[in-house]
């Protein structure tokens, strides 16, 4: 018989990066940084990443502070569109114009985003979510982008396929998700920039609701 343990997925988004996203700002790679320095203590097995260089420096620098754990790069941890929802699956409550403005926003990304976005969105649910085999619990991490990290938040609460969308996370921010053997998946925190100094915060939101 075949046993089961519960899987925790720690999901990061990466750090800062400079307006043509080909490398960590200065400000990056401190909250890449401290976000090491607070997984110090974690058991972590294994840090996977996206192949854009922006989740792959960020990796790395987490990696310096947990020596021994390895890196692994995978397209299904990199940037894409998850899912590209029907018109008629939005919401026109509170406003259409909500509804109208995400069909708008999905449709400024690039075509191949767009069309091979949600095979590597079930390929990540298949490779980093569920229980694993076996006795012992494991720990993972992921370095990735936005949309990803809002999209396992999605599946994780069972929220329509939609709702990837308008989910924000700070970059460095920690979210983590446990799969155990016998309950739905549940979410123990997300978003948690608490190892970050004010300055360093970001919600997506004007500067001051950076905290």
């Known amino acids: 018989m075949t046993t089961t343990a519960a899987r925790y ?10 307006a ?11 909250q890449a940084g401290l976000l090491g320095e607070r997984l110090r203590s974690s058991p972590l097995s294994a840090i996977h990443h996206g192949p854009l260089p922006r ?13 021994g754990v390895p890196l692994h790069a995978c397209e299904p941890a990199g940037d894409y569109i998850p899912y590209v929802p029907g018109r008629d699956e939005l919401p026109d409550e509170p406003s259409a114009a909500y509804a109208d403005g995400m069909i708008e926003f999905i449709a400024r990304f690039p075509a191949r985003e767009r069309e091979q976005g949600p095979a590597l969105a079930q390929a990540a649910l298949d490779r980093f979510t569920g229980p694993v085999e076996g006795d012992e619990p494991r720990h993972e991490l992921v370095v990735t982008h936005n949309f990803l990290i809002g999209w396992l938040v999605r599946a994780a ?4 396929r939609w709702r990837w969308l308008g989910l924000n996370f700070g970059n460095a921010a ?3 998700i446990r799969y155990a053997p016998d309950r739905p998946a549940s979410v123990v ?3 948690d920039m608490g190892h970050l100094p004010a300055e360093l915060r970001w919600t997506g939101f004007p500067a001051g609701l950076r905290m």
């Open 55 to 67: 989740a792959t420096q960020t990796a790395r620098l987490i990696g310096d502070r947990l020596p």
């Open 9 to 18: 997925l720690y999901l990061a988004r990466h750090g800062e990066a400079t």
């Open 174 to 176: 920690l979210t983590v």
């Open 20 to 30: 043509d996203e080909s490398a960590l700002t200065a400000n990056g790679r401190r």
């Open 189 to 191: 925190f997300s978003n």
């Open 157 to 160: 609460v069972d929220a329509p």
